[in-house]
Structure formats: structure tokens, C-alpha cells
């Protein structure tokens, strides 16, 4: 049986290539996976041209199209049409459109094309086509134009056409980011958009002349959202120029956030192209966008929300008169995005006596005097391209439960051996044969062990809803395990002191861990304790710890290590002598302002070197002892020696007790490295190498560069080879000397056995409209074996019966975009509530498409063993964000190999 998770969202965008995006955007037309790491190749390789289906192109423009498409072939983004999807229809969704200045012409989008249709309505006639999603047009003062926004190039950019969409080109050329809402000035000189970088902030005024250059913001520099994304400030959307020139009107968010939203969001404002001060002119309850002025500039109309759905409002600018024009029309978008803008584009006729504006299915036209809304009759034949069918049917296993993540992996002081947690309990692993024993109870529900520097003893922490305490028991397993901890709370991350006389740990207390509405980590009132290793006893107080995480120890035995978005600390066993030790940074998420701190940070014990986890990647950095002023390591521009260690990634990681070493997991499997195998120099050629024949372009020198790459890499390449496709590098991770150790942990699935049938209810089968009441359901082991009504089947004896007469039953609910975010991690909780909660409202199955943390893999797996009660949960773990920072299509490809290797 299938369980059909992945929604198609629409017939032209490609979802991605990875359903883990959880595609928070729906801008592209292409794999959305490769955006980022292809479009920068794209636009230094020259702007596609945007295709016109009528326009013929002479026979040299067409040989010098296709030299340069056969030159850039290994950079082009490698979406190609494989489908065709035709239809007629007399309406649409959500449609943008114009009048042309003599009043004869609508040009409108529909499904990523643009069209242009009479006035008086008819036969639309297509001016764009092809894979490219364009929308959003609006004419030129003088007819002769129409600008728009295409993805053609491989993001979102301004784009200028003919008036029937020949001779296109894109006026920006933007890499990232969305744009919404072109407006020609009356003079024909400059085109107006609202953009927002690749992020979640608020879009800016952006005005481009139509001959070119980057473009000028029209945002005051104190209110423009900061660096790209943006992250606050003000959002504008909507622009549209008064016919004399001298104002800008536009829609104003204030308030920032987009969930849960209060009303009002959005006003009308306008700017002065004189002075440039702005003047707020709307107060409307329901929030006042889009503002379309009238020609003779006498009339502003403006959407607001009414009730739950929208109206068109009508102000008189001379009189002040403000008056409903018509209710209800197109809802609006402003508890979402607006990557399309809050309202459909609409417009006035030339005389100023009516708009022409999309509600209900259809282009209308509405008279301003009197509100009557007359539709526009369209016929429009649609025949879409479109990429590959993104649909990938999820098979709910059947075989044993493997363990999907190793979590809290602790190397012992002599290197071999591996204690860690898998299915809610610790085991013990030898590196050399990859066998494991259990350490713990299967009851216990212990997490994250650590060896003591002598390597005799692991500590570990407990948990459940009643609170955990800190033990530790024997590495060998001999003997009983021993309570540190004398009262019940929340510990986590525990690590012995250098001389082994104590365990660190953090503790907070245990209700506010439980009730908390969500959890990465850190608990309120979270303190840095102390435990007596020998015999355990009362904790003694280190520091408040609220915000930070991985206590671990340095060279000096006394002093304890933390790390915090302000950075890596160290402190006295009595909190005393705080001092900041290296701040790192790398590139940040959406609506971030320039790098941000790392995710974690850990020194060496020497105290000369740090492990660093930036943008889901493991770094070594060198750790300068300048004193003062705290030094700041970017690892896009280090300032110090800084290598880049994982290409796939790293879920956990820590140094070897001496120091010489580090190591690392992902998924199931531990890395290990020498420390003294790291080279921060560039690898210079072998004499080989050095006789390449000119010409080899840059990418295959990259790869000659690369050491040599293991069997099973070296085959993949030569199969990409023959299938004419680029070969991929090895990751780091796959190179020489990196030691690999692959460790499996399987359990039963948990499966019922027997005969169950719920008898008497009401029964909703989802056939039609079939409803069986007296019904007999019959579960048998842990497939519906059969519904009909009562006794329509013969039972065996051992059958048992639960009488359910004055219910109702349904098929389970299939929650396709789901996010349990109220999910303990780290250290899981086995009463989760979020899979509880889901059951008791009926969703038997579902699909989180973005978990922020690989913990939900855990759970998914604990959920699978039996061990916990919940839905039968699918996900795709951690999204792919923009902090991935995507700078080579190998880099896109190993990002993606995590998860088919270490998280399928």
C-alpha cells in the first residue's frame, strides 16, 4: 500500500527536486533545488532569451543562439520540458492585468503565460510561452510596452516586451530573491517593482530605468529592510505613480511576522517624488492595499478586507469622499506572502469611468459611478510545458527498524570504541569490528553518554515526563548503574572534568521542559551544574545558563566551556572569571542581517584549535590567544586558518580526549580525522596533473585537483560519464584520510497480531457517497481487512469485539504538510504530544515537509519499534535553506546524498 504523501502544487512549478524544502516558495519554474547553485553559472554565462511563439528569428541570430546554448550546456539549469498539458477555459485564478492606453486592449497572466484579449472580450491570443512562470504586466504610457516579472533567467527579474511579448528582455538581473507589482512612471523612463531579497523580510521600492543600470531604492535607508531577505522594517507592495508624476502611492506593512496576524496589517501611503517624505492615507480596520490611481488622478481605489472576505473601496482625492465600489471580490493575500502582491493587478479604463479587475473565476468590468460589474467574456487555450512529474509515492515498510541516528556519539579515551543513543537507549560500539552491545535497560529512555577520561565509566542522562536524573554506569557493562542526581528534573549534555572528579551537565526544571510549547534545546531557567562523580549528591551551581549549550572542557582542568549565540565562553567551576573566547560566523537563514553565530562551538583540549558547525557543515578553525577584544571568524572570509571539513554535513561532533583527532557523525555513520592530516594550503598539482592540455575548463580542473576518489566514487563518475552528464567530486568526507565507522541498530517492527472488529457504528467509507450504519470493521493484524454491515463476514473465534454502536467511523486522516515542531529533541520525549494529539483528532498518518532538526527521525523510528505510541509519521527532515549558501552543483548534490544515504 502506498500512502500518496507528496502534493503536486501546481501544474507548471517544480516543487523541487527535493520535497524536504518544504517549498515555503513557490517562485520557481525549475528544480528547486538547483536555484541556487545554478543561477549564479546562469547569469555569467548570459540571461536567457525569453521565447515569443510568433517570432521568427533570421538564420544567424538562430546558429548564434544555438553556439551559445551547446557553450553553456554544463551550466544551463537542467529542468527541460517533458510534459504538455492542454485545455480551454473560460476562466482563471488569480489573474493580473492592464488596459492599453487606447482602451482596446486587457493583457492579463494565466498560469505563467501572458495573454492579451479585446476590451469587449473574446479570444485570448498567448504573447509568452515556455517553462518560464511570467506574470504581473502592465503597459507603457504609449502602448508600445509591457513590463513584467519572469523567472526566465533562473529567479525572479524585471523583464520589457513588445505589447505582443516579442523581443523580450530582462531589465534586472537579479540571482535570488521575489519581486512583485511592475509599474511604468507616466513618462515611460523608469519601472517601479517591490523586491525582496532571498528571505522572509519586507519588500522594497526599487525604480529601474528602462535602458538599464541596477536600479535605485526608493525606501528611506533607516526603514529598508537590512542586507538580503531583509529582516524587519517596513514592507511596500503595489506602486503605482499619480498621473502628473509627482506622487507614488502604495501599500505599507508595519507590523512584522506573517503567522497569526492582526488586523490591521497593510495601509495606503504615498511618497513625494519631490521631497520624498511620506504620508500614511488609509486607517481601514481590515488593512487598505493595492492603490490604482483614476487617468485624471481625481480617484484612488484601494482593496480592504471586510468581514472574512474583500471589498474595492473608492476615495475621491479632492473631496475626501471614501466609498464601498463593490463587495465581495477576490480575497486578498495578506495573511501570506503576496509573492503576486496582496490583490490582483487591476486597472482603469482609459475615460476613467470603469475598472477592469479579476473576481470570481473571470475579468470584469465594473462601472465606478454605480459599482454594476459586468464580466468580460475569455476564451483562452492553454498549452503549458512542463518539467518532470514530481510525485513520489512513500512505501510504509514492513522488515525490522533500523536506527536512522546515532545521537550523542562519545568517542572513549583510547579511541576505540563509540558510546552513543539509538532508540532510547545507550550502547557501546567497537570502532574495529562495528559491533555494538546495549548499555542501558530498554525501559530507561537514556540519551547523550560520555566516557570518563580514564575510560571506565559512561554518564548519561535519563528522561520521561516525570523528569530524569544524571547516571553513569561501567563501560563494560559490569555492576549496576549509579544515580548521580538526587532530585528529578531536566539534565542534559553531561561531560566529566579532566580529572574525572565531576560531571557537568545542564538542568532546568522538568515541568517547564514538559509543557514547553516547543523545544531546540534550551529550557527556561536552565542553570550549569556540577555532580561529584564518585558518589553523586546534591548539584552544585555553576551559572545561569539560558541560551547556551555544550558545556565541554578546554587545557584547564578548572574551567568549563560554553556556547551561546554570543559566543564560545569559559568560566571557573564557581563561575567566576567569564571570558569570551572566538566568536564564529557564517552565512544566515532568510530574513538574517549578515552572517550569524555559528550553531555550535567547541575548543580543543589544547586550547589552540575549534570545531565549528556552520550552515550544516563541520569547520576547523584556528583559535587565536589575542586577549581583549573577542576575535570574530567568518568562514566565508576567514581571518584565521579555517578548513572546511564535511561536504554531506555533520549531526554531531566533538575532539578526541588528547586532542589529536576530531570526530564527527551523520545518519548512522561516524567520521574520524587526524588533526595533523588537515592542510589548509591549496593541493598543488601532481606532475601529472601539471601537463593538462590547455583549454580544460575550470570545473574539470577543480576535479583533477581532488585526491584520488574510492572505488565505489570513481565508478559513479565514470557511469555520469557515459550517460554524458558531469561527474560528480568526491565529498570530503569520501577522501583520504577520513576514517569511517558504520554502526546498525535493528528492532522488530512493532506489528499487532489478531482479529479486532469494531462493531455497530456508523460507517463513512469514502466510496462515493456510501455510508454503512451497523457496520462491522474487521482489523486483522494491522491491515482493514474488510467494512460492511453487521455479520457480512464470518470471524474467526479468538475475534474481538468492541461494541462502538452511536459512533462514527472514517478513514484516517492523511495530514500532507504537516510540521510536529513541539517535539522534545535532543533528548526525546517518549509521551510526545504532538503524535498524541494527532491521534486523538484522527490523523492516523502524516507528513512533516521541513523539521528543522533530524530528531523527528528518531521519533519516526521509536513510532515504528513500538516504543512510542503515534501516527504513522513520514517526513523529510531538516529543510534546505538558504544558509546552505549553494555554490557548486556538487555542492547541492552531497547536501542531497545525506539525505538518501544517511536519513532514507
Not at 531 to 543: L, V
Not at 559 to 575: A, E, F, K, T, W
Not at 693 to 705: C, Q
Not at 831 to 856: I, K, P, R, S
Request: hydrophobic share 35%; net charge negative.
Amino acid at each position: 500500500m502506498f500512502a500518496r504523501l507528496g502534493a503536486r502544487r501546481g501544474a507548471r512549478r517544480a516543487e523541487g527536486a527535493l520535497v524536504m524544502m518544504g517549498r515555503w516558495f513557490e517562485r520557481a519554474k525549475i528544480a528547486a533545488v538547483v536555484v541556487a547553485s545554478a543561477c549564479s553559472v546562469a547569469a555569467a554565462g548570459g540571461w536567457a532569451q525569453h521565447p515569443h511563439p510568433d517570432q521568427e528569428k533570421p538564420a544567424a541570430k538562430q546558429d548564434a543562439a544555438k553556439e551559445r546554448a551547446e557553450r553553456k550546456k554544463k551550466h544551463d539549469l537542467p529542468l527541460q520540458p517533458e510534459r504538455k498539458l492542454r485545455f480551454s477555459t473560460s476562466e482563471g485564478t488569480w489573474i493580473s492585468l492592464d488596459v492599453s492606453p487606447d482602451g482596446k486592449t486587457i493583457v492579463f497572466d494565466l498560469l505563467g503565460d501572458l495573454y492579451t484579449l479585446p476590451i469587449e472580450g473574446g479570444k485570448a491570443t498567448r504573447i509568452t510561452e515556455g517553462l518560464p512562470f511570467d506574470s504581473q504586466p502592465r503597459f507603457s504610457p504609449d502602448g508600445t510596452k509591457i513590463a513584467f516579472i519572469s523567472d526566465a533567467s533562473g529567479a525572479d527579474n524585471l523583464w520589457i516586451a513588445n505589447a505582443d511579448g516579442s523581443q523580450a528582455r530582462a531589465l534586472t538581473k537579479y540571482q535570488s530573491g521575489e519581486i512583485a507589482s511592475p509599474i511604468f512612471t507616466p513618462d515611460g523612463d523608469y519601472v517601479i517593482v517591490s523586491r525582496v531579497g532571498a528571505g522572509l523580510g519586507g519588500y522594497q521600492l526599487w525604480m529601474h530605468h528602462v535602458r538599464g543600470g541596477t536600479g535605485v531604492p526608493l525606501d528611506p535607508p533607516q526603514e529598508r529592510p537590512g542586507g538580503p531577505g531583509g529582516g524587519g522594517g517596513v514592507s511596500r507592495l503595489g506602486a503605482f505613480p499619480s498621473p502628473d508624476g509627482e506622487y507614488l502611492y502604495f501599500a505599507q506593512r508595519s507590523a512584522g511576522g506573517l503567522y497569526n496576524a492582526t488586523f490591521p496589517i497593510w495601509q495606503i501611503f504615498r511618497r513625494s517624488f519631490v521631497t520624498g517624505e511620506v504620508e500614511q492615507l488609509t486607517q481601514e480596520q481590515g488593512s487598505a492595499m493595492r492603490p490604482v490611481l483614476s487617468p485624471d488622478g481625481r480617484l484612488l481605489v484601494y482593496a480592504t478586507r471586510k468581514e472574512s472576505d474583500t471589498a474595492l473601496r473608492v476615495r475621491n482625492l479632492i473631496t475626501g469622499e471614501d466609498r464601498e465600489l463593490l463587495y465581495p471580490v477576490q480575497r486578498d493575500d495578506q495573511e501570506s506572502r503576496a509573492t503576486r502582491d496582496l490583490y490582483p493587478g487591476y486597472a482603469f479604463t482609459p475615460d476613467g469611468e470603469s475598472i477592469i479587475v479579476f473576481f470570481d473565476g473571470t475579468i470584469n468590468r465594473v462601472d465606478v459611478d454605480t459599482g454594476t460589474a459586468e464580466q468580460i467574456p475569455m476564451a483562452v487555450d492553454v498549452d503549458l510545458d512542463l518539467g518532470p512529474r514530481l510525485h513520489f509515492p512513500q512505501r510504509t515498510p514492513e522488515g525490522p527498524v533500523r536506527a536512522r541516528i546515532l545521537q550523542s556519539p562519545s568517542l572513549s579515551p583510547d579511541g576505540a570504541q563509540a558510546a552513543f543513543s539509538a532508540l532510547t537507549r545507550v550502547y557501546v560500539g567497537d570502532l574495529a569490528s562495528g559491533s555494538i552491545r546495549p548499555l542501558t535497560r530498554e525501559d530507561e529512555r537514556a540519551f547523550q553518554p560520555v566516557f570518563s577520561p580514564d575510560g571506565q565509566w559512561i554518564a548519561y542522562v535519563t528522561w520521561t515526563a516525570r523528569g530524569g536524573h544524571v547516571w553513569k554506569v561501567r563501560a563494560d557493562g559490569g555492576g549496576r548503574p549509579v544515580q548521580l542526581s538526587r532530585t528529578a528534573a531536566f539534565y542534559a549534555n553531561p561531560v566529566f572534568s579532566p580529572d574525572g572528579s565531576k560531571v557537568v551537565c545542564l538542568r532546568s526544571s522538568a515541568r517547564e521542559r514538559t509543557y514547553a510549547q516547543v523545544d531546540f534545546g534550551s529550557v527556561p531557567g536552565m542553570e550549569l551544574v556540577w555532580f561529584d562523580a564518585r558518589n553523586g549528591g546534591d548539584p552544585h551551581t555553576i551559572a545561569h545558563a539560558q541560551g547556551v549549550g555544550s558545556p565541554h572542557f578546554g587545557p584547564e582542568p578548572d574551567r568549563v566551556y560554553i556556547y551561546s549565540p554570543r559566543g564560545l565562553v569559559s568560566m571557573r567551576l564557581d563561575g567566576t572569571d567569564r571570558r569570551t573566547h572566538l566568536r564564529v560566523t557564517g552565512p544566515g537563514l532568510y530574513f538574517a542581517r549578515g552572517p550569524v553565530p555559528a550553531d555550535d562551538v567547541r575548543i580543543s583540549p589544547d586550547g589552540k584549535w575549534a570545531l565549528a558547525h556552520v550552515r550544516n557543515q563541520l569547520y576547523l578553525t584556528a583559535l587565536p590567544p589575542v586577549g581583549g577584544q573577542t576575535p570574530t571568524i567568518n568562514v566565508q572570509a576567514p581571518a584565521m586558518p579555517v578548513k572546511q571539513l564535511t561536504d554531506i554535513g555533520a549531526d554531531y561532533f566533538g575532539w578526541s580526549a588528547d586532542g589529536q583527532s576530531f570526530y564527527w557523525s551523520v545518519g548512522a555513520t561516524i567520521h574520524r580525522m587526524a588533526l595533523e592530516d588537515v592542510s589548509f594550503e591549496p593541493k598543488q598539482p601532481t606532475p601529472a596533473e601539471a601537463k593538462q592540455p590547455a583549454g580544460k575548463d575550470d570545473e574539470e580542473a577543480e576535479a583533477a585537483e581532488a585526491d584520488q576518489p574510492d572505488k565505489d566514487t570513481q565508478k559513479k563518475q565514470e557511469d555520469a560519464e557515459k550517460q554524458g552528464e558531469e561527474a560528480p567530486k568526491p565529498a570530503l568526507e569520501e577522501q583520504a584520510p577520513v576514517e569511517t565507522f558504520t554502526f546498525t541498530v535493528e528492532v522488530p517492527r512493532a506489528k499487532p497480531h489478531g482479529t479486532i472488529v469494531l462493531r455497530g457504528a456508523t460507517v463513512i467509507t469514502m466510496r462515493g457517497e456510501e455510508v454503512i450504519e451497523d457496520a462491522d470493521v474487521i482489523v486483522e493484524d494491522n491491515r482493514v481487512a474488510h467494512v460492511g454491515s453487521r455479520g457480512s463476514r464470518d470471524l474467526p473465534e479468538d475475534a474481538r469485539i468492541v461494541d462502538v454502536s452511536g459512533k462514527y467511523i472514517v478513514p484516517g486522516f492523511v495530514d500532507t504538510h504537516a510540521h510536529w515542531f513541539e517535539i522534545r529533541r535532543g533528548v526525546l520525549d517518549t509521551q510526545n504530544w504532538a503524535f498524541l494529539a494527532n491521534l486523538a483528532y484522527g490523523v492516523t498518518t502524516g507528513l512533516d515537509v521541513q523539521t528543522a532538526t533530524n530528531d523527528m527521525f528518531a521519533y519516526e523510528d521509536l513510532v515504528d519499534a513500538g516504543i512510542i505510541l503515534g501516527l504513522r509519521a513520514h517526513s523529510t527532515g531538516p529543510g534546505v535553506f538558504s544558509n546552505n549558501a549553494f555554490r557548486s552543483l556538487d555542492e547541492v548534490r552531497n547536501v542531497l546524498r545525506k539525505y538518501r544515504d544517511h536519513y532514507g
